[in-house]
């Protein structure tokens, strides 16, 4: 999409976050990792709640 679209390299990438998600939701992948493994990391694959307050909300 990034690339498709001709948008900058986001700053953590270059830190080796390769999939970025929520602040205390993602985290750097080590090279055996899969790309989404870095998400939730130490936690069941669950909604971490930062999206969850529009559930419901019919004003969108």
Known sequence: YR???????????VQGYRSIGCEP???????QDLERNSRWSGLNKTECGLN???????SI
């Open 3 to 13: 690339k498709q679209y001709g948008l900058p390299e986001h700053p953590l990438e």
């Open 25 to 31: 939701c993602t985290r750097k992948l080590f090279d």
């Open 52 to 58: 969850t307050t529009l559930v419901g909300n019919n």
